[in-house]
């Protein structure tokens, strides 16, 4: 007689088979032909399956060989690359959509020459991606930790997925869409070359969006690349030569850094530019660098920004070009440019006042900082004062001392390049006993600081901490004349 089964020997039994239908489809699927082969053969792998659906693809022999997709599996995962020999992956117009972590070893390259990468799980790349065509729709993300290069006619989609750079890349053809509100982005650490004058835009809304954290740069084509997404920086974002045309403006973070490599004095052969018709709202640093030995001279100008300005950057530094010649940002309302600047300054008007005082008329240029000094003997040069040149570009300086000397020599030398923009402009001035150090207002959050010896390296100075005195249009600090050298600056913590 057949009895019927209680309740938790039908919760067993159902249980049971749960089980057994999860084992069957997390068990790896292993390929085994080191000669190569296509995807969808059943005896090229262990167990005798092609894989699909659930199943996690292992591509991890050691060998010299290529797997080809000839179909468009969906699987749980992928491992490919061995300890040796390259392990190549070839995917040429099929889909590949994967729905857990995969990842490709340094060994092992993956050929993508069109179809669709897809799917909820990341795919990291740590070894070679090489991109000819298809499309990047993974919502997990498409890593590539080795090398990426985006090259060959046909155009590339990352179309609603991710697509992140950490290692080395190269854009070096093809148009690349970046839409369906696809990301792409290159990461801390990453490098991403664009080597010729390529277009980045999109073809299915909503736009796609560019985020670069690493280092962004134009190193090759003497025209036009062209950004027709949203491009945001807060890394490095570099110009060698030609045009980088951004459409909308790109947005600068103020942690990042727009750099202009100078290999000349010929655009666009040997420095770049940015360029947008929108506004462009300037943030974070701006620098340069010289590369291929070249070192800019006296009286040059380079036009780097043109765009519709706001603003400007927050610091600038570039190398030094010699004591007292160095590169200086112009600002204007529709453009940026670098100019050498020769700092060196002049004395004229050297006359003896009523009150037997020396007063210097002392010229040079506007928001640099410059030391008169005086000796008796063209030996010994003891410093006198520091002022930042102001916006007249002449400094009437009046020697208090020298009513104590039978006769006395001076010279003014430069001391610094530009200040931080926006600085308000110090001036030091000597009246009797006592020494007053004023700048204009507004100067919300800058500290007056000093020190007694101008440091070879950048160091703290001890702060002089509000509050000032107010004297009309000018704060102002005031105390009495300290024996030996005393320098200040106004610092902004």
């Known amino acids: 007689m057949m009895t019927k ?43 005798p399956q092609v894989p699909g659906t659930g199943d996690n693809a292992i591509i991890t022999n050691n060998g010299t060989y290529t797997v080809t997709l000839d179909t468009s599996p969906t699987l749980a995962s992928l491992t490919l690359g061995g300890a040796s020999g390259v392990q190549m992956l070839a995917v040429n117009g099929y889909a590949l959509t994967l729905d857990a972590l995969s990842t490709v070893g340094t060994n092992a390259v993956v050929n993508f020459n069109g179809g669709i990468i897809a799917g909820s799980g990341e795919f990291i790349v740590n070894g070679a991606l090489n991109w000819a065509g298809g499309q990047i729709s993974s919502v997990g993300g498409v890593t590539a930790n ?8 046909n155009t590339k989609f990352v179309r609603g997925g991710v697509l992140r750079n950490g290692g080395a890349a190269q854009w070096t053809q093809g148009t690349l869409y970046v839409d369906a509100g696809g990301t792409l982005s290159n990461r801390l650490g990453g490098t991403f070359d664009i080597t010729f004058d390529g277009t980045a835009s999109y073809s299915s809304d909503p736009q796609g969006t560019i985020c670069n954290a690493g280092l962004w740069r134009k190193t090759g084509g003497t025209n036009v690349a062209s950004i027709n997404v949203p491009f945001h920086n807060g890394g490095t974002l570099s110009l060698w030569q030609g045009t980088l045309n ?30 947008t018709s929108q506004t462009l709202q300037l943030a974070g640093r701006l620098a340069v660098v010289f590369r291929g030995g070249f070192v800019p001279g006296p009286s040059q100008q380079y036009a780097v920004v043109a765009a519709p300005i706001l603003g400007t950057f927050q610091s600038f530094t570039a190398p030094t070009i010699s004591s007292a010649i160095f590169l200086n940002p112009l600002y204007q309302p529709n453009a940026v440019q670098l100019v050498t600047t020769d700092a060196t ?8 006042d009523g009150q ?10 506007a928001s ?7 000796s008796t003997n063209f030996v010994v040069w003891t410093p006198l004062a520091t002022n930042t040149m102001p916006a007249s570009t ?29 600085a308000p402009t110090l001036t030091l001035t000597r009246s009797n006993n006592t020494v007053i150090v004023s700048w204009p207002l507004p100067a919300e959050g800058w500290v007056l600081e000093w020190t007694n010896a101008l440091p070879q390296v950048s160091a703290p100075w001890p702060q002089i901490p509000p509050p000032y005195q107010t004297n009309g249009a000018n704060l102002q600090f005031t105390e009495p004349v300290p024996l030996g050298s005393k320098f200040y600056r106004l610092h902004k913590p």
Do not use: C
């Open 394 to 422: 002449v400094w009437q300086f009046v020697d208090e001392d020298s009513v104590k000397f039978p006769y006395r020599f001076y010279r003014v030398q430069f001391r610094s390049q530009s200040v931080t923009p926006s």
């Open 5 to 47: 089964p209680n309740m938790h020997e039908q919760l067993a039994v159902l249980s049971f088979g749960l089980l057994a239908i999860l084992q069957s489809h997390a068990a790896p699927v292993v390929w085994t032909n080191t000669s190569g082969g296509n995807w969808n053969v059943a005896a090229n792998w262990s167990p």
């Open 246 to 275: 951004f459409a909308p403006a790109p947005s600068l973070s103020p942690t990042g850094t727009i750099e202009f490599a100078l290999g000349g004095t010929d655009y666009p052969t040997n420095y770049g530019r940015i360029t």
């Open 345 to 352: 300054p002049s004395m004229s008007k050297l006359v003896l």
């Open 146 to 153: 080795g090398t990426l290069l985006v090259s060959g006619g």
């Open 356 to 365: 037997s005082r020396f007063t210097l008329e002392i010229h040079g240029i």
């Open 368 to 374: 640099q900082l410059y030391v008169v000094e005086a």
